[in-house]
């Protein structure tokens, strides 16, 4: 079977809309377009809608397929924070996969409610041998995002900042984000979206409707396709989000297509407390 390439994270942050983005087998045609729909050419962040309600108290768990096989588990969480939203992501390798390539990565970031910039994001990775603390802070008032990233093997540390745009979005925030907009068929949104490296363009376009299976139940879902625009992401794969077609636009299944294989995570439980 080999080395699995680092999948949890490596599907975690396709799916969130940054740079890896391709699935091994195509989905089915997409609909046509709704007559009028708008497509955003300019690449920005919009506040949330009249109305719009964040789903505090919320727990999104998946289990992660990789050849037919389970991989491990993921988690996506928000929390009210003062007067910040909070998003928790996790993602675990499980049963061989832990063997082969052990996985434990965790995701904390945090974003303006009222605007949907964000604020700031701390990850911490462990990969096989790799054992890295990183934390992303965004200085609109600079116009930088301040990377600061230490080595928790040699203890080596780097700090780096780069140029971004008066707000942007991260990893984590950005599939947020995506279910924020109205999502009808026809329409493609283009945001900026940061890792603390160069700023990337991704434009998702919403392709069509369908109806889905996972361990969670049945569900009529919108299929979106976001990819990389320009910056580091573009053409290194794809990426496809199934979000739930009503309201609350659940992210009910996500797939990566990537040059070493496919990775889907499908939603297995909601919890709310």
Same mark, same amino acid.
């Given at each position: 079977?080999?080395?699995?390439?680092?999948?949890?994270?490596?599907?975690?942050?396709?799916?969130?809309?940054?740079?890896?983005?391709? =699935? &091994?087998?195509?989905?089915?045609?997409?609909?046509?377009?709704?007559?009028?729909?708008?497509?955003?050419? /300019? !690449?920005?962040?919009?506040?949330?809608?009249? =109305?719009?309600?964040? $789903?505090?108290?919320?727990?999104? !768990?998946?289990?992660?397929?990789?050849?037919?096989? #389970?991989?491990?588990?993921?988690?996506?969480?928000?929390?009210?924070?003062?007067?910040?939203?909070?998003?928790?992501?996790?993602?675990?390798?499980?049963?061989?996969?832990?063997?082969?390539?052990?996985?434990?990565? *965790?995701?904390? +970031?945090?974003?303006?409610?009222? #605007?949907?910039? !964000?604020?700031?994001?701390?990850?911490?990775?462990?990969?096989?041998? *790799?054992?890295?603390?990183?934390?992303?802070?965004?200085?609109? $008032?600079?116009? &930088?995002?301040? @990377?600061? /990233?230490?080595?928790?093997?040699?203890?080596?540390?780097?700090?780096?900042?780069?140029?971004?745009?008066?707000?942007?979005?991260?990893?984590?925030?950005?599939?947020?984000? @995506?279910?924020?907009?109205?999502? &009808?068929?026809?329409?493609?949104?283009?945001?900026? %979206?940061?890792?603390?490296?160069?700023?990337?363009?991704?434009?998702?376009?919403? /392709?069509?409707?369908?109806?889905?299976?996972?361990?969670?139940?049945?569900?009529?879902?919108?299929?979106? &396709?976001?990819? $990389?625009?320009? =910056?580091?992401?573009?053409?290194?794969?794809?990426?496809?989000?199934?979000?739930?077609?009503? +309201?609350?636009?659940?992210?009910?299944?996500?797939?990566?297509? @990537?040059?070493? =294989?496919? %990775? #889907?995570?499908?939603? #297995?439980?909601?919890?709310?407390?």
């Amino acid at each position: 079977m080999g080395r699995p390439s680092p999948t949890i994270r490596a599907v975690l942050v396709a799916l969130l809309v940054s740079a890896v983005l391709t =699935g &091994q087998t195509q989905p089915p045609q997409a609909s046509g377009p709704t007559p009028g729909a708008v497509i955003e050419s /300019e !690449s920005r962040i919009s506040p949330p809608p009249p =109305g719009y309600a964040f $789903a505090n108290g919320q727990t999104l !768990s998946y289990d992660v397929e990789w050849r037919l096989l #389970t991989a491990g588990t993921a988690t996506l969480r928000l929390d009210a924070s003062g007067d910040e939203e909070r998003i928790t992501a996790s993602g675990d390798s499980t049963g061989v996969f832990s063997v082969l390539y052990p996985v434990h990565d *965790r995701f904390d +970031a945090r974003l303006d409610p009222r #605007t949907f910039c !964000s604020a700031r994001i701390t990850k911490h990775t462990e990969e096989g041998f *790799r054992r890295l603390d990183t934390s992303i802070r965004f200085d609109y $008032a600079r116009r &930088q995002s301040v @990377l600061q /990233e230490k080595n928790l093997k040699t203890g080596a540390s780097k700090q780096d900042e780069n140029e971004i745009p008066g707000c942007g979005t991260d990893v984590v925030s950005g599939i947020l984000y @995506l279910g924020s907009r109205p999502l &009808q068929v026809g329409q493609t949104y283009t945001f900026p %979206l940061n890792n603390g490296g160069k700023t990337s363009d991704v434009r998702a376009r919403v /392709e069509g409707r369908e109806e889905i299976k996972t361990p969670a139940g049945a569900f009529h879902t919108v299929r979106v &396709q976001p990819e $990389a625009a320009s =910056g580091g992401g573009k053409s290194k794969g794809r990426l496809w989000i199934w979000y739930s077609d009503d +309201a609350s636009h659940v992210p009910v299944q996500m797939r990566a297509r @990537l040059w070493w =294989g496919t %990775l #889907t995570l499908r939603l #297995t439980r909601v919890e709310k407390k």
